[in-house]
Structure formats: C-alpha cells, structure tokens
C-alpha cells in the first residue's frame, strides 16, 4: 500500500518541515540534545567506573587456604577448576614451607615465632588473580563453589569493600537513570508540542489535504518522521557535546591530579552505547510525534 | 446518487441554514443548485462531501450513509467527489501544476502522470501558462479555473461546485459550464451551486431553489412529476 513514492514525499515534506519552523524546532533539538547529553555523561561515568572497579577487584586478594593432608589429586582439582574459570586471569599454589618462608621476610620481627611453631604452622594455599572481565555476581558464586570443596578450609576475600564498590556503582546508575529520565521526559514533551504547533500551523493545508482526498496516514507520516528526525538530530548533537565534554575532561582537569587521570579509563562512551543514543534520541521523537499527530484526525 | 432525508442543518442557536431538506440526485444527473446569498446552497453541498454534519437527517451517498464513515475511512468518500470550493482552497506553498498534481497524488498515481494529467487539465480551462505560479499570484478567477481543474483531474464520479462561475466573466462561465456538461456526459453527477440566473437558463437543466434554508422550487419535480 506505502508505495516510494509516498515515503519519498513524506520525507521531502518532513525535511521541509523541519527547515519552516527551525526556530520552534531548534528548541526541540537542544532539548534533546541536552537531555541525551547529560544522560550521556552519566552513561560515561558509569561504563567508566565500572571499568576502574574491576581493575580494583582485581587487586583484591583471593586466597583460597587448604586443609592439612590434602592429597595431590584434590589439589590437582581444584587447580583445574580455578584456571579453567574465565573469571581467573591465574593462580599460584603457595606450599606450606613458602608461606612460612614469606612470613619470615615480611614480618621479620616475628621469625623466631615462626620457627617456634614449626614447618607446618602455615597451611597450603591457592592464589588466585582474578580477571578483569567477569561480573562480581559470578565472582562471588566463583568463590563460593570453591569454598565448598572438601580440602579448602578457609577464603580470604574481602567481599565487604567489593559491596562498597557496587553500591558506589550502584548510585551512579540511579543518579543517572534518575536525572536521564526526568530530562529525556522532558525531551519526549517538548518535541510532543513543537510537532503540535507544526501540525497547528499547517491546519489550512491539513484540511484541504483530507478533502481531496488524502489517507491520515499520508497526512500524519511526514510528522511521524519529523519527530523522528528531530531525536536523530538531537542525539547526534549530544554525542558531539558528550565528545567535547569528555574530550575537555581528559585534557584539561585529568592532568591536574594523578588520582583523577588515574580514574579515567575510557576515551569515550563504547559504541553499542553511542548508537543506543542515536536510537534513543529516535524512540523519543516518535513517541514525541505519535502523541501529537492525533490532533491532525480534528473532524473537519 | 446522493439522497437527502429532513436534513436540518444549525451553526447556531438562533439561525437554521437548512431547514427539511427533501432531495434525491439521480447517477449522471446535472443539478443546479440556487437561490440568494444565505439561503444554504454552501451548507447544502458541505453536508454531502462531509465536511459539516447535518444536524439532523441523514445523507447517503452511492447508498451509504456518510455520517457513520469513520474519520480514517472518509478518504474513500472525498475520492468519489470532486469539490470546487466557493474560496478554492489552493495550496499556497504549491504552484498551480502541483496543486492539481497533488489530487492525483494522495491517491497514489504514479508521480510522471500526475503532472501529464495535470497539465491536460489545466489546459482545459485555460491556464497552462499559469502552471508555475503560486495561488496567491493568481486572480481570483484563474484561482477558481485552478479549483476547478484540481476538482475534475480525478474524474470523480460525483462533482461539486460551488459559485464555480461566481469570479468569472460571461464568456469563461460558459466554457466551464461546457466542460462541466462534457463530464456530465461522460457519466458523472454534477451539482452545481450558483446564484447566476443567465447561466442556469442557458444550460436548461434540473433546478433546485432554496431560500431561507427550505426547499422552495425543484423544476424535475415541477416539470416532470404530476
Ligand atoms: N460556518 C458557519 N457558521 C455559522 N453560520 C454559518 C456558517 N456557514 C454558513 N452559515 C450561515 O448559514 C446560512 C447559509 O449559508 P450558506 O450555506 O453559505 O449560504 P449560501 O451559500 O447560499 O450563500 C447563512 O445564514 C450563513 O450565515
Ligand atoms: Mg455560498
């Protein structure tokens, strides 16, 4: 039924549109563009935090200790099954008489305790470095699997600074999620009531289009896009003011301070992330444009 | 064609524009419509293309009735009449050639014989030298040769005008009417809304009379029912 035709006019009218009422439309367009900026910002924040914790995880000491007597083959096991975990970058199995050999250099005050309680005061241990990929939800049923196998006696993890760190993760995204909302919200509003004006403002032509004889759907398609193309726009522009933001926070506050460059981990926003802006921006000026284009059905 | 049942039609409390309006137009039939400014020829053929609804009464076309036409279904009702509107109604930021093209556009022709066809019918009312003009450029009476070609180029098989002589001088008003009878001839119902006496006595057609909003005068049914 939709012939090319009819897409091409719809599209040619939606750009003609666009360019009629650009003072209307600009202000649509920064809106968007804002919105989809800040939400961008926070996107970065977050993506970025994230990569700085699991580079921190990854310094959190794992250290699975072993039971006395543990045969060879339990050993063996649970060697394999550490290395062949994805979430483990390597492991390391330090023998009893290493243990005590690092304490001895390490505390040195308290060698002549170490040599007092004889060779097999320390047990044998595996430590682990974990990788920097991996969710803590996988790490921390990592370490609990293991921690179930009969020769291990005891796991030093420090789970309480990790739930920091996720509940620290955690408020990034709601903060983000809470302020992209109320802006993208607005957005949504705003485009809503440019697109109406732009239907009001052709309402002679709108009639007289449904009097010789034009299908609703003719009418309202070039405003469907417009819409559309108004969030495409928009989330176009905010991923240039989100590169210029990130670009200037790189180059001239990073520097001032060794603990904020070494806080900064990415360049930019991760692609799939980047283009769910430009697609987001698009949902909005549709949803914007599809509740407005109901004023063109206005019985005549 | 189009029948009408005790059409009533109110804008406002005080004033009725139609008042038990009894009509039935036949398939291929010429009608004038007549009677003085105000007596409700416009109302009358606003009511049959839907663009206002009847107060009371109810109107079919080709045997449907148009008030239960669903907004999104009316399209296929104002494909089937041709309308040339009292105050044209052009599209201002179209020339002329893509006004008529237009018609044939919402309908899906394809877009190289929009503008053939829209040409031949510019040309036959005189205006293809007007083609790359904006309406606003236009005398009143090239804008009404315009609505009048846009109203034809569908060939619809019901055509309404309203006052289509009314800014034309004597001799262009004939020739319009000579179109209006060749379509005619070809099939299609014309009605025709005017307050020119001269005109309606050339043409020796059907004639309806209102005044005040009643049906005051039919000469079909004067001349031939007893
Ligand atoms: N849109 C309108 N709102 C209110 N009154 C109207 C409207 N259109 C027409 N009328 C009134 O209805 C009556 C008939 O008008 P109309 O149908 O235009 O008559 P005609 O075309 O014969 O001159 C007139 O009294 C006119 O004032
Ligand atoms: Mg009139």
Excluded at chain 2, 88 to 103: D, G, P, S
Aim: net charge positive.
């Amino acid at each position: 039924m939709i012939s090319l035709q009819d897409v091409r006019y719809s599209f040619s009218e939606a750009f003609h549109s666009l360019w009629r009422s650009r003072t209307r439309n600009l202000l649509s367009l920064a809106t968007i563009s804002i919105s989809l900026a800040v939400t961008g910002v926070f996107m970065f924040a977050s993506f970025n935090a994230r990569a700085v914790a699991r580079s921190w995880v990854r310094d959190i000491p794992l250290v699975f200790f072993l039971k006395d007597d543990v045969a060879e083959a339990d050993i063996a096991a649970l060697r394999e099954k550490l290395s062949s975990s994805p979430l483990v970058e390597q492991t390391s199995y330090v023998t009893p008489v290493e243990a005590l050999r690092r304490f001895k250099t390490y505390y040195a005050r308290f060698a002549d305790l170490a040599s007092d309680v004889g060779e097999n005061a320390f047990p044998a241990s595996f430590e682990v470095k974990l990788a920097t990929t991996g969710s803590r939800g996988a790490m921390q049923s990592l370490v609990e699997d293991v921690k179930q196998m009969s020769c291990v006696s005891d796991v030093q993890f420090d789970e309480a600074w990790a739930k920091r760190l996720d509940a620290t993760l955690l408020l990034i995204d709601l903060i983000g999620i809470f302020l992209g909302g109320v802006l993208v919200l607005a957005s949504v509003f705003t485009i809503s009531n440019v697109i109406r004006l732009n239907i009001y403002s052709c309402q002679e032509e709108i009639e007289i289009m449904m009097l010789v004889g034009a299908t609703l759907g003719f009418i309202r398609a070039p405003f469907l896009i417009e819409g559309a193309l108004q969030g495409f726009l928009g989330g176009l522009f905010s991923l240039g003011l989100l590169y210029a933001v990130v670009k200037a926070f790189i180059l001239y506050v990073a520097p001032i301070d060794p603990l904020i460059a070494s806080l900064v981990r990415l360049n930019f926003l991760p692609l799939m992330a980047s283009l769910s802006i430009l697609g987001g921006g698009m949902i909005m000026g549709l949803i914007g444009s599809i509740t407005s284009v109901g004023k063109v059905a206005r019985d005549s | 064609m189009v029948q009408l049942f005790h059409i009533y039609k109110q804008y406002d409390r005080e004033s009725t524009a139609l008042s038990d309006i009894n009509l039935r137009f036949e398939k291929g039939e010429f009608v004038f419509v007549t009677g003085p400014s105000g007596a409700g020829k416009t109302t009358l053929l606003k009511l049959i293309f839907r663009e206002e609804l009847p107060s009371r009464g109810q109107i079919l076309v080709a045997g449907r009735n148009i008030a239960m036409i669903q907004l999104h279904k009316l399209f296929r009702l104002r494909r089937n009449i041709g309308v040339v509107f009292q105050d044209f109604r052009l599209l201002k930021r179209r020339t002329v050639l893509e006004n008529i093209a237009f018609a044939l556009q919402v309908v899906g022709c394809p877009a190289r014989l929009q503008k053939q066809r829209a040409f031949s019918v510019l040309k036959m009312v005189g205006l293809q030298h007007k083609m790359q003009s904006y309406p606003l450029q236009l005398s009143g009476g090239e804008q009404q040769r315009v609505a009048i070609a846009r109203a034809l180029v569908n060939e619809p098989p019901i055509l309404l005008a309203d006052e289509p002589t009314g800014n034309l001088d004597p001799e262009l008003s004939q020739e319009i009417m000579r179109l209006f009878s060749d379509i005619n001839a070809h099939g299609t119902t014309v009605v025709v809304a005017t307050h020119n006496r001269e005109i309606i006595r050339s043409m020796g057609k059907r004639t309806v009379t209102l005044e005040r909003g009643r049906l005051v005068e039919d000469s079909h049914h004067s001349t031939e029912a007893p």
